[in-house]
């Protein structure tokens, strides 16, 4: 029988997006850390009025993300184990950052998709006359702290899959270009201990990157670089990633990266980017095609591609081939080859 009930959970998605994000941002899942509580107990250390209890705990009950043992006031409260690996501050898979900056940037932003769609505008802080949003990131060293780990967050997964389902044998040294706080280059180190790696980044982010590679215990083989891709040469290496990067920017700057990322390269190396890569048809990862819409939203002209779309760039810029590599969820690797 068809009904509307999909229809409605997509309409209505912002009603348990919105509820996630709050409970992130409240550190209701890192409290329960520390060992399960009664909807009384857990209301008060977060600070809530009553009208929260039991309501929202239920709520995430509901939506699989919590557990509860019992039933009424003196019901128990715990974390999934979804919870617990991966929204638990604690957690080494912690993936609550993006969320964290879901709920402080993008959700509010969204809210003028349609004036996005209608204007090609980007619809953050510059909306309202603010500098851009990487100007404002790099003036405000605790807000490029939350940025850094939100990236980090959403792509450490990637970056694993990468280290395990890629061939490094062949090669010797890698750059990450825009490493962020260098989790790529630590993990594929850790993975393959014949590799030497470099985190390339701006300099406000080299010290971040620094000391997330010195508590790993990998300063031996991971070190940083300071550049600014768009003015200087990329480091030479045997390969080259990009973690997210290339999907922030418009055309003729995506061009210009694969074309510096060709330069950089000894023959027969890889250049690799990792985004949520749309699927050539364009009909089966929305998850990509929404990312896509959020770089309207945050950029104007900047947009996600499918695998299609960076061959047809790699082999202009002289790479011999191309392919793909899925990695984890909507997320894939896209390997050219020079």
């Given at each position: 029988?068809?009904?509307p009930e999909?229809?409605?959970?997509?309409?209505?998605g912002?009603?348990?997006a919105?509820?996630l994000?709050?409970?992130?941002?409240?550190g209701?899942?890192t409290?329960?850390?520390?060992g399960?509580?009664?909807g009384?107990?857990?209301r008060t250390v977060l600070?809530l009025?009553p009208?929260a209890n039991?309501?929202?705990?239920d709520?995430?009950?509901?939506?699989?993300?919590?557990d509860?043992k019992?039933?009424?006031?003196?019901?128990?409260y715990?974390?999934s184990?979804?919870a617990?690996?991966?929204?638990?501050?604690a957690?080494?898979?912690?993936?609550?950052?993006?969320?964290?900056?879901?709920?402080?940037?993008?959700?509010?932003?969204?809210t003028?998709?349609?004036?996005?769609?209608?204007?090609?505008?980007p619809?953050?802080e510059?909306?309202?006359g603010?500098?851009?949003?990487?100007?404002?990131?790099?003036a405000?060293?605790e807000?490029?702290?939350?940025?850094?780990?939100?990236?980090?967050?959403?792509?450490?997964?990637?970056f694993?899959?990468?280290?395990?389902?890629?061939?490094f044998a062949?090669?010797?040294?890698?750059?990450?270009?825009?490493?962020?706080?260098?989790?790529?280059s630590?993990m594929v180190?850790?993975a393959h201990?014949?590799?030497?790696c470099t985190?390339a980044?701006?300099?406000?982010?080299?010290?971040i990157a620094?000391?997330?590679?010195a508590?790993?215990g990998?300063?031996?083989?991971?070190?940083t670089?300071?550049?600014?891709?768009f003015?200087d040469?990329?480091?030479?290496?045997d390969?080259?990633?990009?973690?997210?990067i290339?999907?922030?920017?418009d055309?003729?700057t995506?061009?210009?990266?694969?074309s510096?990322a060709?330069?950089?390269?000894p023959?027969?190396?890889?250049?690799i980017?990792?985004?949520?890569?749309?699927d050539?048809?364009r009909?089966e990862n929305?998850?990509?095609?929404?990312?896509?819409?959020?770089?309207?939203?945050e950029?104007?002209?900047?947009?996600d591609?499918?695998g299609?779309?960076?061959?047809?760039?790699?082999?202009?810029?002289?790479?011999?081939?191309s392919?793909?590599?899925h990695?984890?969820?909507?997320?894939s690797?896209?390997?050219?080859?020079k």
């Amino acid at each position: 029988m068809l009904t509307p009930e999909r229809i409605i959970q997509i309409g209505m998605g912002h009603w348990p997006a919105r509820t996630l994000q709050t409970a992130v941002k409240f550190g209701l899942f890192t409290v329960l850390g520390d060992g399960d509580m009664t909807g009384e107990r857990l209301r008060t250390v977060l600070g809530l009025s009553p009208r929260a209890n039991p309501d929202f705990f239920d709520a995430l009950v509901a939506l699989g993300i919590l557990d509860r043992k019992g039933d009424g006031p003196q019901a128990v409260y715990s974390n999934s184990e979804e919870a617990s690996a991966f929204l638990d501050k604690a957690s080494k898979t912690y993936v609550g950052g993006f969320l964290e900056m879901s709920h402080d940037r993008l959700y509010p932003f969204w809210t003028d998709l349609g004036t996005a769609l209608k204007t090609g505008k980007p619809q953050n802080e510059t909306k309202d006359g603010g500098a851009p949003m990487f100007d404002q990131l790099y003036a405000d060293p605790e807000r490029l702290e939350q940025f850094m780990a939100a990236m980090s967050s959403i792509s450490a997964g990637n970056f694993q899959a990468l280290a395990a389902k890629f061939d490094f044998a062949p090669y010797a040294t890698l750059c990450d270009v825009g490493g962020a706080e260098g989790i790529l280059s630590i993990m594929v180190a850790r993975a393959h201990p014949h590799m030497r790696c470099t985190s390339a980044d701006l300099a406000a982010v080299e010290p971040i990157a620094g000391k997330k590679i010195a508590a790993a215990g990998l300063s031996d083989r991971v070190g940083t670089a300071v550049i600014d891709f768009f003015r200087d040469p990329l480091p030479k290496a045997d390969v080259i990633t990009m973690g997210m990067i290339l999907h922030d920017w418009d055309l003729d700057t995506k061009k210009m990266l694969v074309s510096k990322a060709f330069d950089a390269l000894p023959p027969g190396g890889a250049f690799i980017v990792i985004e949520q890569l749309i699927d050539d048809g364009r009909r089966e990862n929305a998850f990509g095609l929404m990312m896509s819409l959020n770089m309207l939203i945050e950029f104007g002209e900047a947009f996600d591609y499918t695998g299609a779309d960076f061959k047809s760039w790699c082999l202009e810029a002289g790479f011999a081939r191309s392919e793909v590599l899925h990695l984890a969820g909507p997320s894939s690797a896209a390997i050219a080859y020079k």
